[in-house]
């Protein structure tokens, strides 16, 4: 499941618990807070600017690392996609153990707190970051469209779509966590199907367990617990 969509659960779960203290909010809250869900999987997907002008000067800084990427040489590209793709996974799993605890935290928080909650708003650090990969490859993609280097930009192209295939191809951990990226370029499935492996709590638990020993795993969690708390 996207990221995008945990997020959507979050706005849900706290709309289900609005509904559960006012009964007759139920159905407008949840209403609600599924358009609002829907809007910010819009926007991840980049079909929303937030704010105006904030969100110009951000794509404007992502336009230069964009041409950054594109005038490197294959082997430095497609590190830094590798790298792109990894930092991905592992804000997928960092979202799925924030979303863990922002489900056991439901049930004792009060509704003025719900926002101020560590996972709620490590959550929404977590997406903050993702937007920010997921936009750079998207933007790369779409950028060796218009490149004047055809044979270059259509290398590159193919190194996106390797890079990505190959890495859904390993779990379907994996495979989850690219699934926005597949979509959002239409890429081709990968060779392995995971569509009957059932991936539940333990599977998550077990993911977490795997990386968290990872000296990467642990200085990203650091980072969204100080993005969190800015």
Request: with cysteine; net charge neutral; hydrophobic share 40%.
């Amino acid at each position: 499941m996207p990221l995008y969509k945990y997020f959507a659960q979050v706005i849900y779960l706290y709309a289900d618990q609005l509904s559960q203290q006012w009964g007759f909010m139920r159905i407008s809250v949840k209403s609600a807070s599924f358009t609002f869900a829907m809007m910010m999987s819009l926007s991840s997907c980049g079909y929303y600017k937030w704010w105006g002008p904030q969100a110009n000067k951000d794509r404007e800084v992502a336009s230069v690392s964009v041409k950054q990427l594109l005038n490197e040489d294959e082997q430095t590209f497609s590190e830094n996609i590798q790298d792109k793709i990894n930092a991905l996974h592992i804000y997928y799993v960092l979202g799925q153990k924030f979303m863990g605890q922002f489900d056991r935290e439901i049930p004792g928080s009060k509704i003025e707190n719900i926002y101020e909650s560590e996972a709620y708003l490590s959550l929404l650090a977590i997406r903050t970051q993702t937007e920010e990969i997921e936009h750079e490859i998207i933007d790369v993609w779409e950028s060796t469209k218009l490149s004047k280097d055809n044979k270059s930009a259509q290398k590159k192209k193919l190194q996106i779509q390797v890079a990505v295939s190959k890495f859904a191809d390993i779990s379907k951990a994996n495979q989850l966590s690219m699934e926005n990226l597949v979509q959002q370029l239409s890429l081709p499935r990968g060779q392995k199907s995971f569509a009957s492996t059932r991936f539940g709590q333990s599977d998550i638990l077990e993911e977490i367990k795997r990386l968290e020993i990872t000296k990467e795993f642990q200085v990203f969690e650091k980072n969204i617990e100080h993005l969190s708390h800015m």
